[in-house]
């Protein structure tokens, strides 16, 4: 039971870090990028509920990389095997906004912009929850 509850924490903590980082790469994108550079002009989003609807994709993914990281940390800590979670997570959510991006029919150029942003929401999460399992906020995986 100890342990569902550790991973528990370790969801919370990567979601509320994907959340935050989503926000504020969606003002980023509203109010910078699509405002001064022409070809991000679709980046610009209105508060509407496919902003909410992404958002709320974006907390729920995070929770599951939170609770997946932690077991991918469990007793070794081999840099690489951390690096390839946050490959993988990002890269599976960066690819689909390229995948979007190829069937648009305009440049591709504002979805290359949404996958690199991918890869460093979950970078960051990952800087999260190191630093909680640092802590003691979150206790790491123990094998048996």
């Known amino acids: 039971m100890a342990e569902r509850i550790e991973s528990l924490k ?16 969606s003002l980023l994108n509203t109010f910078v990028l699509a405002k001064y550079f022409q070809t991000l002009a679709s980046l610009h989003s209105n508060i509407n509920w496919h902003l909410w609807g992404s958002g709320a994709v974006a907390t729920f993914t995070g929770f599951l990389f939170g609770v997946t990281y932690r077991y991918i940390i469990r007793s ?6 951390k690096a390839g979670g946050v490959l993988a997570f990002g890269l599976v959510r960066g690819l689909t906004q ?22 460093l929401w979950f970078a960051l999460a990952a800087i999260a929850l190191d630093l909680a399992i640092q802590f003691r906020w979150v206790k790491p995986f123990s094998s048996i």
């Open 76 to 81: 070794d800590r081999n840099p690489q095997l």
């Open 98 to 119: 390229i995948e979007l991006g190829w069937n648009w029919h305009s440049t591709i150029c504002p979805f290359l912009v949404l996958a690199a942003e991918s890869l």
């Open 10 to 25: 370790a969801g919370i903590v990567g979601g509320l870090c994907v959340c935050l980082a989503f926000a504020i790469a």
